[in-house]
């Protein structure tokens, strides 16, 4: 059973550092092809991604965000790590990180999420 | 960035009853596209990949269809439980994965 669980401060000061951990279990991010990702919910709003972490170490980050994002992982401890430098209260959402599986498509893979975690809510306030 | 637009906003249907979801991407995402349902308090959950393969253990009255830029979500007979938010998501071009705004699906 695949299961991720989200970890963090719930409570971050503007320009601070926030450092969030996605402890997963299941899966290996050593396995070819396994990939984990961050989005995250405003309240009231919709999802957003923010970074993605491959098997092989590659990562991807949302353009918008690519300067305050930063993602890492520890296969020995099946954990994700994602850092967000100077938060800002139109940061404060629920964030979520998520398995992503993959479709083999006329020769190419794409990948779509397809386990969750159940988020960790973060509010951004002196 | 791809933008992915959804429609309408908030539906009302009645228990029993068809309901269809309309996603529309700004440019051709081919049928790399799924379909998330959230419920409040909750983390998406995701139902439908490829466009149109149902996600393990998602019941058949949930069914995805299109390709290119348009694409819909039916449920054909609405149990109390599908009443939620519904989102889709393209992957076909990373980073970024885009999101819809979301369909709300209420209780009429």
New interface residues.
């Given amino acids: 059973q695949v299961t991720l669980r989200e970890s963090g401060p719930a409570l971050v000061k503007p320009t601070q550092t926030l450092t969030l951990t996605c402890s997963f279990s299941g899966f290996s991010l050593s396995t070819n092809g396994m990939c984990v ?1 961050w989005i995250r919910q405003p309240p009231g709003k ?4 923010l970074a ?1 972490i491959d098997w092989d170490d590659d990562k ?4 918008s965000l690519k300067t305050r994002l930063a993602i890492s992982k520890d296969t020995s401890k099946n954990q994700v790590v994602l850092t967000m430098t100077n938060m800002d209260p139109v940061d404060a959402a629920t964030y ?1 990180c998520a398995r992503m ?1 993959r ?1 083999l ?1 006329r020769g190419k893979y ?10 960790t809510t973060v509010t951004v306030s002196s | ?1 791809i933008v992915m637009t959804q429609s309408p906003a908030t539906l009302s249907v009645s228990p029993g009853e068809r309901a269809t979801l309309s996603c529309r991407a700004s440019q051709s995402v ?3 596209l ?1 379909w ?1 349902q959230q419920k409040p308090g ?5 139902l439908i ?2 466009a149109s393969t149902r ?1 393990t253990g998602i019941p058949v009255r949930f069914s995805g269809s299109g390709s290119g830029t348009e694409f819909t979500l039916t449920i054909s007979s609405l149990q109390s439980e599908d009443f939620a938010v519904y ?1 889709c ?1 393209q ?2 071009n ?9 369909t709300k699906l209420e209780i009429k």
Avoid at chain 1, 60 to 63: L, N, R
């Fill in positions: 990702s919709a999802l957003e991604c993605r991807f980050y949302s353009p979520y599986s479709q498509v794409y990948y779509y999420m397809d386990v969750w975690g159940k988020g | 960035e081919s049928s790399n799924a998330y909750q983390a998406p959950r995701l990949y490829g996600a989102y998501q992957y076909n990373w980073p970024p994965a885009t999101f819809g705004q979301g």
